[in-house]
Structure formats: structure tokens, C-alpha cells
């Protein structure tokens, strides 16, 4: 069996700018595995004889003290909060303000900024994905990067562009290092972006992806399962026609469904004359 080319430096580099690696720690990498080395005294201290190496000391028990935290919000209590932030919203304006304003979720912390939303905020369509990569942490704006060129391509192929539609995300901060939300995080952040769809009011709402089909339309069925199908989304005061179809990143990485996507986007175009009636 032939062993696979050692990958060159520029494909490396490309390797990790898409995993989220976009800065360095140091300098200098660190051998972490490697022993500390003693002091300059203590070495020729040794190598004189006047003395031994030093020996370990082992700190009693009771005389150690953890280091403290700054505490964090418990998660139900960060839900709660998030709920209640929410339901005063009177505008995407006010919502929009509350996010900047909000401390319950730690991804805050690490984003640069906060990723609310593109596009006409009467829109008759909305989409939404999951979060934030690099290049929208960067311009603050959702679906910017390489997948936002081909979502934008793809709402092109029906007749739509950015000015007809709204675009967000379940999490307005980027992730770091470009992880999956972790369910705790997505919770508390669950109640601004179903706020935010209560505003808007689409018509169609459009979910981009498994995460964001399982998260608003309440299934655990997979995308092969979801996509293409109407479900009903209910914000409490109407039901508004809902279809789940591939995140484009996902078709950057399996072209070959992009037919199938294609279906989809034909379907919701076939539908948007039907929601006026």
C-alpha cells in the first residue's frame, strides 16, 4: 500500500485557517512533554558537589487552596434571564441591544462581535443557520464567508437577493476555534432568535443545516430526513410555513447534494406567491 504525500506547508496552513485556527499563542512553539529545566545556580551547584538536586516537595493536603473562578451565571438561571430579555423586546432594535447588553452566555467572551442579522427585516422569507464562523466574527454580519457566497448564489437562483430576504443564526456569537455550540449554550440563546423570528415575521422560514432544523422545528430527525418537508412553526401568534434544507457549508463539502438543495429552493419559490392568499 502506497503511503499518501506528506502534506506541504501551504496545505497545512489551509487546513487549519478552515478548522478556526487564526492566530498564534506564542512565538515560539513549546514542548510541553518536555522536563523544566533547572536554574543556572542550581546546575553548577550539582556539578560542583556542594549540593544534591533539589527534591520535590509534597504540600500538605490541608494547605492547598483551589484558585477562584469568577463565577458564572448557572445555566438555569442564564435561560431564565435570556426569556425574560427576550419577551421585553418590543423591536429588533431593542432585541439587538439586549444581545450586546447580555452576559449569560460565555461565548460572548471569546467572539470579537456580536453576529446579529442581514438583510430586510420585512422580508417575506427568513434563513437561519447555526453561528458564526471567522469571516462574519470579523464583519459582524451573518453567512459573509464562503458559504455566504453560495447561499447568496443559491437565493439568487429564485429570484432573491439580501435586500428580499432576512439571514441570522440560533447563536449570535462565533464559537471558538469554529465548535459546535454546546446544547447549554444553544438553550440560552434559543429564546433571542425565536424573539427575533417573532419580529420579523416571515412568511417562510427557511433552516439551514441539522442543528438549526433540530432546534427550531423541534425534531431529532436527521437533515436526510427533514429537508424538503413543510413543517409548521408556531411563534405563539401564527403558524408560519417552515422547510429544512443543507447548510451551503455542508454543500462546500458534498457538492454532489446540491441537487437536492436545489429541489428545496424550488419548492419554497413555488410556495411565496401562496402565503399572500
Not at 437562483?157 to 441570522?168: H, M, N, P, S, W
Request: charged letters at 25%; hydrophobic letters at 40%.
Amino acid at each position: 500500500m502506497t503511503p499518501e504525500p506528506a502534506p506541504t506547508v501551504s496545505q497545512l496552513l489551509a487546513f487549519y485557517l478552515e478548522a478556526g485556527v487564526d492566530c498564534a499563542l506564542a512565538d515560539e512553539p513549546i514542548d510541553r512533554l518536555a522536563e523544566p529545566e533547572a536554574p543556572a545556580a542550581v546546575k553548577a551547584a550539582v556539578a560542583s558537589g556542594e549540593a544534591s538536586p533539589p527534591r520535590p516537595v509534597r504540600m500538605p493536603q490541608a494547605a492547598f487552596v483551589a484558585p477562584t473562578a469568577e463565577p458564572s451565571p448557572a445555566p438555569d438561571a442564564a435561560i431564565a434571564s435570556a426569556r425574560e430579555a427576550a419577551r421585553s423586546a418590543a423591536s429588533l432594535e431593542v432585541l439587538r441591544d439586549l444581545l450586546e447588553k447580555f452576559d449569560g452566555c460565555a461565548l460572548k467572551s471569546t467572539a470579537t462581535r456580536l453576529v446579529f442579522a442581514d438583510g430586510n427585516p420585512k422580508a417575506r422569507i427568513m434563513f437561519v443557520g447555526e453561528a458564526p464562523g471567522r469571516d462574519e466574527d470579523i464583519e459582524g454580519l451573518p453567512f459573509v464567508g464562503r458559504s455566504g457566497k453560495l447561499l447568496d448564489r443559491m437565493i439568487a437562483a429564485i429570484g432573491l437577493d439580501r435586500t428580499k430576504v432576512y439571514i441570522a443564526n440560533v447563536i449570535p456569537w462565533r464559537p471558538p476555534g469554529d465548535r459546535t455550540p454546546t446544547p447549554q449554550e444553544t438553550q440560552i440563546c434559543l429564546p433571542f432568535i425565536q424573539r427575533q423570528i417573532e419580529l420579523v415575521d416571515p412568511d417562510i422560514l427557511v433552516t439551514l443545516g441539522n442543528p438549526s432544523t433540530q432546534t427550531l422545528l423541534s425534531t431529532g430527525e436527521g437533515i436526510m430526513k427533514t429537508r424538503g418537508r413543510w413543517f409548521e412553526y408556531d411563534t405563539g401568534t401564527r403558524i408560519i410555513r417552515a422547510m429544512a434544507t443543507f447548510h451551503p457549508a455542508y454543500l462546500l463539502r458534498s457538492p454532489s447534494y446540491k441537487r437536492l438543495a436545489w429541489q428545496d429552493l424550488r419548492a419554497i419559490a413555488k410556495a411565496l406567491p401562496q402565503t399572500t392568499q
